[in-house]
């Protein structure tokens, strides 16, 4: 088991609820797309698989198990270490301005380096190779030395995408990672996170406001609504008329011109 959600609900700030009730759980390996209308919770949920919120019951109520571990019954050192093993990319990925992409990269290993190789990386980069491989898959290879704050949204993406495949985490949480892709490279850098974990056994949950990307490229998809788990299918099970629920429901439409325009994926477009 990757993880296991029962009872779940989150509240923000303001005592707004975020997510009620959430019933969900994955076997280890596998790839998992979140879909839903804007607000619908699908970051909330993200950063509950994350253990944002571990040490706030106030905010969240429920069980859950992330990688074989009670989140309520962690120690802040059981807890470090658990997060080591869980890879985060985020839509604005939060690199440092200053930073080297180097060495951005390379902190995707700083939870699992000794105290003296984290902070001598921060110095001096320990494993060029390593971060210069992992930029190579996202073809960023050249931007290897260049500052953070030199890349552009789309770069800054892809670069955060390569501190997580450097990581190898065992789960790998990505909240709208392509968001700032163009099509094609966007469909691209989804296949190369859905084929990295496979590859490595590894279970991917990734919120998308791509349909056709998700429904392509995922093997199970789960519809969010207000909060709520609205459906939990197979990609090949979930109809049209699934979908326009989804969207409608929130006075939102399913997004007709998708990022990948006119033609729908093809739905094993990854597989
Ligand atoms: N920091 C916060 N403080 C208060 N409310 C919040 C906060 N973050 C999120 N919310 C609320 O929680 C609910 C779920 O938000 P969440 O960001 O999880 O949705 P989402 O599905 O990821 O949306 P989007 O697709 O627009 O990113 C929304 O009603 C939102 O307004």
Redesign the pocket.
């Known amino acids: 088991m990757s993880f296991a959600l029962d009872g779940v609900g989150?509240t923000?700030?303001?005592g707004?609820?975020?997510?009620a009730d959430i019933r969900l759980a994955a076997a280890q390996g596998e790839s998992i797309a979140?879909i839903?209308?804007?607000?619908?919770?699908?970051?909330?949920?993200?950063?509950v698989l994350g253990t944002a919120w571990a040490a706030q019951p106030q905010r969240l109520r429920g069980s859950v198990q992330v990688l074989g571990n009670d989140l309520q019954a962690l120690n802040a050192h059981a807890l470090r270490g658990l997060r080591a093993r869980i890879g985060t990319v985020h839509?604005a990925p939060p690199l440092p301005a200053r930073q080297r992409v180097v060495t951005s990269v390379l902190a995707g290993r700083l939870g699992q380096w000794p105290a003296w190789k984290a902070l001598a990386s921060l110095a001096y980069p320990m494993d060029i190779p390593g971060a210069r491989a992992a930029l190579a898959r996202v073809e960023l290879e050249g931007k290897l030395f260049a500052r953070c704050d030199q890349l552009s949204g789309g770069q800054l993406q892809r670069a955060g995408i390569a501190r997580v495949l450097y990581q190898q985490p065992a789960l790998v949480l990505a909240?709208?990672p392509v968001s700032a892709l163009d099509p094609a490279l966007a469909l691209a850098t989804i296949r190369l996170l859905v084929d990295d974990a496979r590859a490595r056994d590894a279970t991917l949950v990734a919120?998308l406001?791509a349909v056709d990307l998700a429904l392509g490229c995922f093997a199970r998809i789960v519809g969010?609504q207000a909060?709520r788990i609205a459906f939990d299918l197979p990609a090949d099970q979930v109809s049209e008329t699934q979908l326009q629920a989804l969207y409608a429901g929130e006075g939102q439409q399913l997004p007709a011109l998708l990022p990948l325009a006119a033609t729908p994926l093809p739905m094993n477009a990854c597989r």
């Open positions: 989150l923000h700030g303001q707004s609820t975020a997510l979140l839903g209308p804007s607000g619908a919770g699908k970051t909330s949920l993200l950063s839509q909240d709208e919120s406001h969010i909060g």
